[in-house]
């Protein structure tokens, strides 16, 4: 209906009464035609509410599952099978680039925080093929590391399972795992509340923005079975239910653009129900 165009120009917008009750709008001719549109559109958002509530409860269970799961702890003393290491004992820790490189239109995709803060690895800003090779001459980021924020946002992690060509920026740590850590495991582990109290007591306390230096990314313990193929599991288990979200999500994101559409043709006349 565009109400915007109507509203009366004041510090705080409205619409009068009497401009209201002259709106014009298209309706079917007969009651029975309305009341079968509202019907089906009712049954639509009844059909989006109860996936967003089942959504909720599984994030909710993902959550309970992952805080149990993930403890290294049990009632205050350690799980049998399970060992407290420092990240730099079982992990290379690198950093990015402390340059801003120059920016192009397109090329190597440059990753930094927001890059793993919004799990968006396409919509990047890029360097050229010359300076990405001059940034990796050392090391690089390689599917099966781990990249955590530590600047503004810090001990966020992005597990990379995608084949990658990508350099990045000061702001992210590269964590390269070695053999008797897995970075599935690690990941899921850094999102733990004993993970995130480490980062926290590692941290620079009065730093604006927030800041964890590389060499106190090492300190950071982590607790983590000791045998690999428990890791794994853990790791599995709960990327499973990351799955089973994401589909329920993707499922959500359908209905409501189905409902979208539905608006569109039904209340418009497009599609009559008669």
Request: glycine letters at 6%; one cysteine or more; proline letters at 3%.
């Amino acid at each position: 209906m565009n109400l915007n165009q109507y509203s009366e120009s004041s510090a705080q917008p409205g619409l009068s009464v009497e401009k209201i009750l002259k709106l014009r709008i298209p309706t079917p001719p007969n009651r029975h035609e309305q009341t079968a549109i509202a019907n089906a559109l009712s049954d639509t958002d009844a059909l989006i509410r109860s996936l967003q509530k089942l959504i909720e409860k599984k994030r909710q269970i993902k959550q309970g599952t992952m805080q149990t799961l993930l403890n290294p702890y049990e009632n205050g003393v350690l799980r049998t099978g399970w060992k407290i290491v420092k990240l730099g004992e079982v992990c290379d820790v690198k950093d990015g680039t402390h340059q801003t490189p120059k920016y192009v239109d397109s090329g190597i995709p440059f990753y930094s925080v927001e890059s793993v803060t919004r799990n968006d690895f396409v919509n990047t800003k890029f360097i050229s093929h010359e300076e990405h090779k001059f940034l990796t001459k050392n090391f690089r980021i390689e599917k099966g590391d781990v990249l955590m924020t530590r600047i503004g946002s810090i001990g966020d992690c992005k597990y990379v399972d995608w084949a990658v060509d990508a350099s990045f920026y000061v702001s992210l740590a590269l964590l390269k795992v070695k053999d008797q850590l897995s970075a599935k495991f690690l990941a899921h582990y850094s999102t733990s509340a004993y993970f995130k109290k480490e980062i926290e007591l590692n941290s620079l306390q009065h730093a604006i923005p927030k800041k964890i230096n590389l060499g106190q990314i090492s300190e950071i313990k982590i607790g983590i079975p000791t045998d690999i193929s428990q890791q794994l599991n853990l790791a599995s288990l709960l990327s499973d239910m990351e799955a089973e979200i994401a589909a329920l999500e993707s499922k959500l994101t359908k209905y409501q653009q189905i409902k979208q559409g539905m608006m569109q043709n039904l209340l418009t006349g497009r599609i009559r129900l008669v």
